[in-house]
């Protein structure tokens, strides 16, 4: 009986575990105001790159092609205007963060460069599905992002209890430099969110993020975007996407 009694209560626990929403079961809290530091690549990121400049992006010949047709005094069309704010680019923008919940299942970034919003579904199951899920809608921005939460193993240091991935697809063509480096239909967007601690209390949000493209690029492109958590909104100043500084 004590033996019945004990299983019961392991099947219970392990279904009200399965049953939990993503945001009760989230293992970081990723909530809040959060601005971009920029501690490298200042003179892409700050500045307009020259033509030509594609340093550390690895770009393959039709890459490097395509992003030799870009000019400096071209303007693009109105509802061009946010290919430097993709989601394979949007995190090295100088920017602030708003992250909330939508929902318990979603979790939802909004930036205030661009005024762009990422929608991160967790009920999307495992973030390689992302691909199955995005075939169902029309390529936008920031595409279609599933999530899940990574926990950390045996002997993590508990201010890094766990981490969030997440894959996005089902992108529009955009811009992975605003110098016209491009970035397919066909690229796929893997980032890894992670929270490290600050002297006097504060967190610092590291995102790496992985961009892949077999039409444009040879290998992967890796990034880390760092993001310093903020007391409250104050200085949050919403602005229009731009081809242009």
Same mark, same amino acid.
């Given at each position: 009986?004590?033996?019945?009694?004990?299983?019961?209560?392991?099947?219970?626990?392990?279904?009200?575990?399965?049953?939990?929403?993503?945001?009760?079961?989230?293992?970081?809290? #990723?909530?809040?105001?959060?601005?971009?530091?920029?501690?490298?690549?200042?003179?892409? !990121?700050?500045? %307009?790159?020259?033509?030509?400049?594609?340093?550390?992006?690895?770009?393959?010949?039709?890459?490097?092609?395509?992003?030799?047709?870009?000019?400096?005094?071209? /303007?693009?069309?109105?509802?061009?205007?946010?290919?430097?704010?993709?989601?394979? +680019?949007? %995190?090295?923008?100088? /920017?602030?963060?708003?992250?909330?919940?939508?929902?318990?299942?979603?979790?939802?970034?909004?930036?205030? +460069?661009?005024?762009?919003?990422?929608?991160?579904?967790?009920?999307?199951?495992?973030?390689? !599905?992302?691909?199955?899920?995005?075939?169902?809608?029309?390529?936008?921005?920031?595409?279609?992002?599933?999530? !899940?939460?990574?926990?950390?193993?045996?002997?993590?240091?508990?201010?890094?209890?766990?981490?969030?991935?997440?894959?996005?697809?089902?992108?529009?063509?955009?811009?992975? !430099?605003?110098?016209?480096?491009?970035?397919?239909?066909?690229?796929?967007?893997?980032?890894?969110?992670? #929270?490290?601690?600050?002297?006097?209390?504060?967190?610092?949000?590291?995102?790496?993020?992985?961009?892949?493209?077999?039409?444009?690029?040879?290998?992967?492109?890796?990034?880390?975007?760092?993001?310093?958590?903020?007391?409250?909104?104050?200085?949050?100043?919403?602005?229009?996407?731009?081809? /242009?500084?």
């Amino acid at each position: 009986m004590k033996i019945a009694t004990a299983t019961l209560a392991i099947v219970l626990i392990a279904g009200a575990s399965a049953a939990q929403t993503a945001k009760a079961a989230a293992p970081i809290d #990723l909530t809040g105001y959060w601005v971009s530091v920029i501690s490298e690549d200042w003179r892409y !990121r700050m500045v %307009m790159p020259l033509k030509g400049d594609f340093r550390g992006i690895p770009l393959n010949a039709e890459g490097t092609r395509v992003a030799n047709t870009w000019t400096p005094t071209a /303007t693009e069309p109105a509802a061009e205007q946010c290919k430097p704010y993709g989601a394979a +680019a949007i %995190m090295r923008i100088p /920017t602030r963060l708003h992250v909330t919940w939508q929902d318990d299942s979603t979790l939802r970034l909004d930036t205030d +460069a661009g005024t762009q919003t990422r929608l991160l579904h967790f009920e999307a199951g495992e973030a390689g !599905r992302a691909g199955e899920a995005g075939r169902s809608q029309a390529p936008s921005w920031q595409g279609t992002s599933a999530a !899940r939460w990574d926990r950390a193993g045996r002997g993590a240091p508990a201010v890094a209890a766990g981490a969030l991935t997440v894959v996005t697809t089902n992108l529009r063509p955009g811009y992975l !430099r605003r110098n016209g480096v491009p970035y397919s239909e066909d690229a796929w967007v893997t980032e890894y969110f992670d #929270l490290s601690p600050l002297p006097g209390n504060g967190q610092l949000l590291i995102v790496t993020t992985v961009v892949e493209d077999p039409r444009y690029l040879r290998q992967p492109y890796i990034l880390s975007s760092h993001f310093k958590k903020e007391a409250d909104g104050s200085k949050w100043d919403p602005t229009p996407c731009t081809t /242009t500084w």
